[in-house]
């Protein structure tokens, strides 16, 4: 799913792509939804406690208040973890700090 939300796939794009992946993959059982919108409904209905927006006042202009609403990145990430067999379709990678820092020969104080 991260895959549609990064590139920002229209729906039609998205379950054409599930449908390729389903149909052509060598797996029993697919990890993905059978479309966008089965996952947005699957998403609509989680209930998650910390999943709460935030309201940030921004700036007054031309009598009208703006205002951001976000979500906390620790929110989300408890979240996640809350999800029980979330492990499963999870794909882990990371590079080690000190590695890539002497690679690209920078230096954080």
Do not use: R
Not at 80 to 105: G, M, Q, R, T
């Amino acid at each position: 799913m991260t895959l549609f939300a990064k590139h920002k796939f229209n729906n039609a794009i998205g379950n054409a792509i599930i449908k390729f992946f389903n149909k052509h993959a060598n797996i029993d059982k697919s990890p993905l939804p059978k479309s966008i919108e089965e996952e947005h409904k699957y998403m609509d209905n989680m209930n998650l406690p910390n999943l709460k927006f935030e309201k940030t006042y921004i700036v007054t202009y031309n009598n009208k208040e703006y205002y951001l609403h976000h979500l906390s990145i620790k929110n989300c990430i408890q979240n996640i973890l809350l999800i029980p067999d979330i492990a499963e379709n999870f794909a882990f990678s990371y590079e080690n700090l000190k590695a890539l820092l002497k690679k690209h020969a920078v230096m954080i104080w």
